[in-house]
Structure formats: C-alpha cells, structure tokens
C-alpha cells in the first residue's frame, strides 16, 4: 500500500484544525488549566506557560521542555494544552525585550511554583532595574538574610520565570556572572543586551 503524499498534508491540516478547535472548546468551558507554547528567540527556544492567574513558567530548551511540562501537569494540572494564542502578549512582549524595545514585562504573574525563601528571592529580583546587577549577597541582605548567599542562588536557579523575572542580572560580588538556569552562553547574551 502506498500513502499519497496528498494524504499526509490533509492528516497534517486536519489534526491542526482539531486542535484548534480542542483548544477553544477547552478554554471557552474552562477546562484548560495550564495554555502553553514555545517561541524562538536569541537565547534558545523558550517554553511559556499560563494559568488563569497569569504566567507560570518560563523554561529554557536545556531544562528538556518535555520534563517542565509533565512537572506542571503534576504540580499544578494534568489539563495542560498548547493554546499559543493565550501566550501571545508574553510572546509579543519577549520579542520587544530582544528588540530592545521594551526593558518590563507588563504580563500577570502566578508564582505559585515559588515559595517560602525562594519566593521571597524571586519578588526581590523584580526590583532589579534593567541594566542593573546586583549580587547575590546583597539580594540576601535585601530579603533580610544576609548570609543566605548560596541560598539566593539556589533561589534564582529555581526561579520560574527567568528573562520575565530577571534571575540573570545577580551576578557574583567580584562581578562575574555566575550559574543560570540557561547557561553561562545565555545569561551573557542577556547581559550584553541590556549593557548596550
């Protein structure tokens, strides 16, 4: 038997008109807890993901996709679908960021994936300006724990929303960068962005 190549595209545009519509029956019944896409950008693929509450996570291709969204699935919901559009003011928003078009992110955040310490550390890092750096020790001492130093930065590796949440710019007290979620490659390109 042989497959018409004809074939394979109307399977192909089928399936994506199907999940087209699942996904707007999902979203229109509020069944979908947790809408996901990917976007390309000059850090590598990004994955982003939001509850109704707002952006959830925000996950390098070196974390392995696949893992982050079954992490999801068990911490938050196993209703998890790829609804690109739901993503898109985080999309636009991003591109704008490398386009040096835009130095906030005006998106709801859920930071439901951080809490206790890690939490606090991950509401500090907002308060880092673009351009601006700070260490890891003084983001201890702004959380009110000043010999926390490798505790920040277990915090800002965990961090769910790296580039959104700006986990890149604390950097060592002799001003080297230091660990990223994305690696050193990554957390470079993102400090030259904003230095330019």
Known sequence: MTTDMFDSLADDATLARLHTRLSIDADAAGVLDVAYRTLDTPVGTLLLA?????LVRVAYDVEDHTAVLATLATRISP??????????????????????????????????LADGFRRSVVEQLRSIGYGDRASYAAVAAAVGNPRAVRAVGSACAHNPLPVVIPCHRVVRSDGTAGQYVGGAAAKAALLRLEAA
Do not use: H, M, N, S
Request: charged residues 35%.
């Open 50 to 54: 939001a509850t109704a509450a707002g």
């Open 79 to 112: 209703r998890i679908l790829r609804v690109p559009r739901r993503l898109d003011t985080v999309a636009r928003q991003l591109d704008e960021y490398f386009a040096k078009k835009r130095i906030t992110f005006d998106v709801p955040i859920d930071l439901r």
